[in-house]
């Protein structure tokens, strides 16, 4: 089988120079996916899917300062908002395990 790539002709980095803008991979990502397997293909369009598509919304409190939030929703592209920023953390598509960040948080990270 062959992957093909998800790539959408618009390529632009985010301001931190992280992931491409038009398809949301990292640069990491886009430069291995000529060797990766079709197995790390397939994992990479699934993150890129969970980002693209718009789950339940649920109301969150902040593992780092406790600020309640919601999270599912606000994103570009019809997702949660978390998606418009640079993937930072490897947490579960179902945000059970209670490590999300409020935006203020999250955006921290991502600058430093």
Do not use: H
């Not at 980002?51 to 599912?72: D, H, K, V, Y």
């Amino acid at each position: 089988m062959s992957v093909a790539s998800p790539c959408i002709g618009i390529c632009e980095l985010d301001a931190s120079g992280r992931y491409c803008t038009g398809c949301l991979r990292t640069c990491a990502e886009i430069a291995g996916w000529p060797t990766a397997s079709d197995a790390q293909k397939l994992a990479v369009l699934e993150r890129l899917q969970v980002l693209r598509t718009p789950g339940e919304i649920r109301q969150l409190a902040c593992s780092q300062c406790g600020q309640a939030f919601q999270c599912g929703t606000g994103g570009k592209l019809g997702g949660c908002w978390c998606a418009d920023l640079p993937p930072l953390l490897a947490a579960p598509a179902d945000n059970q395990s209670g490590d999300c960040l409020c935006p203020r948080c999250l955006q921290q990270l991502a600058a430093s």
